[in-house]
């Protein structure tokens, strides 16, 4: 998979729980969404890919965009932000600062 965290940003300057995410360039630029909830599947026969199942909802999408093929574009769509999400999970430095044990809302 490519680097793909320069392709997207977080919004944290909202009320939400969750923070928007802004995908910045290709198909799907300008689309806002969220996840929902978000889990680890199994891994089977020693896949290397992690197998994520996460629900989302769609906040914004510029009104230039057309859709030509529902289901293709969907499906396109849906691949790019589990990459995004596993970059997040992976690579965001607020889950390193969390794993280095750098929490605000940490009770113990």
Do not use: C
Request: charge should be negative.
């Amino acid at each position: 998979m490519d680097n793909i965290s320069h392709k997207y940003e977080l919004l944290f300057n909202t009320s939400n729980n969750t923070a928007p995410v802004r995908i910045l360039e290709g198909t799907f630029k300008d689309f806002v969404y969220k996840y929902g909830k978000v889990q680890v599947g199994k891994f089977e026969n020693n896949d290397k890919d992690v197998p994520l199942k996460y629900d989302y909802e769609l906040l914004e999408a510029p009104e230039s965009y057309e859709v030509d093929d529902e289901d293709s574009e969907k499906f396109q769509f849906e691949q790019l932000i589990g990459d995004i999400l596993y970059d997040i999970i992976v690579n965001s430095d607020t889950v390193k600062e969390v794993n280095n044990g750098n929490r605000d809302n940490d009770i113990k």
